[in-house]
């Protein structure tokens, strides 16, 4: 089994900070990538961004520039820092982890973006 847990997310007005943390634990061999993806209110869950075990990044390009994926290998945990957030980023967003045989995500953490 394996677990993936999101945390971080809130309230935050236009312009500001959020950062989202994600953890893997449990029965993890290897993860080949972790990614953040966000899905708004009667929109599809899209990409947010990415990241390999290797440290290769991509982004949307919606969000290029503001955000800011990391990785700690050794925790099995991905960072998202979200600065200069608009209205158009409040979403749930979610965590993906790459296995071998499969993919596992998280339960969502929502984010508002709202004055």
């Known amino acids: 089994q394996v677990q993936v847990v999101e945390s971080g997310g809130g309230l935050v007005q236009p312009g500001g900070s959020l950062r989202l943390s994600c953890a893997a634990s449990g029965s993890i061999i290897r993860i080949y990538a972790m990614g953040w993806y966000r899905q708004a209110p009667g929109k599809q869950r899209d990409l947010v961004a990415r990241?390999?075990?290797?440290?290769?990044?991509n982004y949307a390009d919606s969000v290029k520039g503001r955000f800011t994926i990391s990785r700690d290998n050794a925790k099995n945990t991905v960072y998202l820092q979200m600065n200069s957030l608009k209205l158009e980023d409040t979403a749930v967003y979610y965590c993906?982890?790459?296995?071998?045989?499969?993919?596992?995500w998280g339960q969502g953490t929502q984010v508002t973006v709202s004055s």
């Open positions: 990241i390999t075990s290797g440290g290769s990044t």
């Open positions: 993906n982890a790459e296995m071998a045989i499969r993919s596992y």
